[in-house]
């Protein structure tokens, strides 16, 4: 500690280059946090939201393609396979297509049951086995559109029209699901798969996916490649995978995110290398006499070249730690604008950015360290 009042009046003896230089590397931590975090948090998310014990089969072109229900006995009746629930992406909105809502026909007992995490009062489970054009909408939606159990709402969907042409389905809301999680949105519709496909003017008797209940995990991979023969040679062959590689699948469809996160942050770790590096250099450029002084009063060369890596190390440290505080604050409401998970930033990533901060320090302290080592009083004092 005795050292300090020489760091810090290095640090300071450039006051605006100084904070400009922390402000660079507070912005750039700032953005680091939030995109590994994300990256890391859609990881967490998954491993701690699916399950090995759901398979989900889906045609092997994409998605979107339909797969024959008829099937679905047949894929209950292999061995290791508790129930299987199928699953009609409905393509909905409300009012104006804007407004797009997750919306499935499934079967809502069974699918319940596959998703205990989806929490449904019994009576509102019975009214809606009940009620042919019943729904069960999520809270967080609910409350979004202040729609109440005994509402009648217009579902508008970008796919399917009824059998009078009509692309508006009228849902009767007999329940509000919650999440058992409180940081998992409930902002789905779910609907009756009867219902759905006895009303659709093309279509029926498919979907887009079979999600599929088995009792062990560990025999996943069997279990799927016997479904997956069951579409064999036909023109729906399939894909069948357990529920987390599913989604994993589903994310990269939309680009290989951690290439482009680390791409992007490299490149500007990359830039404020130099940045520092740079003033760190003009820093001890400027203090030559002063460093040569100080080897005068007897410091070693060891403790002067400390002096600037201290100093390197402090002016990152904390413009780091200030812009991974920063991420930390904003992060869950990005989360939460995505409308995937409020959570907070993962300690993986603070760990990460505070160790890129430290060999950002030493490597952009290492010339100057270097040269203020190897400094000759003589020469310095001289101004040579």
């Not at 005994?150 to 509000?176: C, F, H, K, N």
């Not at 409180?182 to 902002?187: R, T």
């Not at 995990?217 to 590689?245: H, M, W, Y």
């Not at 402090?314 to 992060?331: D, H, K, Q, T, Y």
Request: charged residues 20%.
């Amino acid at each position: 500690m005795k050292y300090f009042p020489l760091i810090w009046a290095g640090l300071w003896r450039k006051r605006v280059r100084t904070c400009l230089t922390a402000l660079s590397i507070v912005v750039a931590f700032s953005l680091f946090g939030i995109m590994h975090g994300v990256t890391a948090g859609l990881d967490a998310a998954i491993e701690g939201l699916t399950q090995e014990t759901r398979l989900m089969t889906q045609s092997r072109i994409n998605i979107i393609e339909p797969l024959p229900i008829a099937v679905l006995p047949q894929m209950e009746s292999i061995d290791g396979v508790e129930y299987v629930v199928p699953y009609g992406y409905f393509g909905g909105y409300y009012q104006e297509p804007r407004n797009q809502i997750n919306t499935g026909a499934v079967y809502i007992d069974e699918f319940l049951e596959m998703y205990p995490e989806f929490v449904l009062p019994k009576d509102q489970l019975e009214a809606m086995m009940r009620t042919r054009t019943g729904a069960i909408v999520g809270r967080d939606l609910a409350e979004r559109f202040e729609w109440k159990i005994g509402d009648r709402i217009p579902l508008g969907s970008t796919i399917w029209t009824q059998r009078d042409g009509s692309s508006t389905w009228e849902l009767d809301v007999v329940g509000i699901w919650e999440s058992r999680d409180e940081g998992l949105p409930a902002d789905d519709v779910y609907f009756h798969y009867d219902y759905f496909d006895e009303s659709r003017s093309f279509g029926r008797g498919t979907v887009a996916v079979f999600m599929t209940k088995i009792r062990d995990a560990s025999r996943a991979v069997e279990i799927g490649q016997k479904i997956d023969a069951l579409f064999a040679n036909s023109p729906n062959e399939t894909i069948t995978q357990n529920e987390r590689d599913f989604t994993r699948a589903q994310i990269a469809q939309i680009g290989d995110i951690n290439f482009f996160v680390n791409a992007i942050v490299g490149a500007v770790l990359f830039t404020l290398l130099f940045l520092t590096g740079n003033t760190m250099m003009q820093s001890v450029r400027e203090r030559i006499p002063e460093l040569a002084v100080l080897k005068t009063y007897g410091y070693p060369d060891a403790a002067v070249s400390g002096l600037v890596v201290a100093e390197s190390l402090i002016l990152c440290g904390v413009a780091a730690l200030a812009g991974l505080a920063i991420a930390a604050v904003a992060f869950p409401s990005v989360f939460r604008a995505m409308g995937v998970l409020a959570m907070p930033l993962p300690g993986v990533v603070v760990a990460a950015g505070l160790a890129i901060a430290a060999l950002l320090a030493l490597v952009s302290a290492l010339p100057p360290a270097w040269r203020a080592q190897r400094l000759s009083i003589v020469d310095a004092l001289a101004g040579r």
